[in-house]
């Protein structure tokens, strides 16, 4: 005996429940997507911390060529309507040897142009300038080298992981820290 063949039976999403998978996705993208930008942010952040570390290593080997001292230069302003109070170079000259590229003076997160602007994303502490760097003193108070940031973020970069974290400090040790803590020693 020969049956007819059956009629295929086709099930097709209806218009309610493809919305429903749409708008699923679109809730999981959403939730994703500020993770993401963290993410992306956490992996610029430990970029400058590399930099940081780069301009430290440098800074070294100035003080060991220089008998101890650190470097005198000048932090250029991020306002071009400032003019220059003093003839000091900026840290883009007075360490150009040591660091050989000075593309290691943009924080990946600059995206305010400041590097383009100044030089450098970072700013040098000028209270340091000339200091002996087993001795820093800073308006007449002596500061252990773990205490005192030589360099730092010019802007708040990465404000995205938070206030504590916004800014990244290289301290006179070489260590890199995300938040400032000033303490003086007797």
Known sequence: MNFPPSPKIFRAFTLIELLVVIAIIA???ALLLPTMSR?????RAAACLSNLH???IALQIYVSDNNNKMPVMRDVSTDSTIAATNTFPAIQKVLASQLGNTNVLRCPSDFARIFETTGSSYSW???LNGEDA???KVFNIRF???????????DDFHKVRGANKAVNYLYADGHIKNLLAIEGTK
Request: aromatic share 4%; net charge negative.
């Open 27 to 29: 809730i999981l993208a």
């Open 39 to 43: 993410a992306k942010e956490s992996a």
């Open 54 to 56: 780069q301009v430290g």
């Open 125 to 127: 502490n000028s209270l």
């Open 134 to 136: 087993d001795h820093l």
């Open 144 to 154: 252990d080298s773990h205490e005192i940031p030589v360099v730092y973020d010019k």
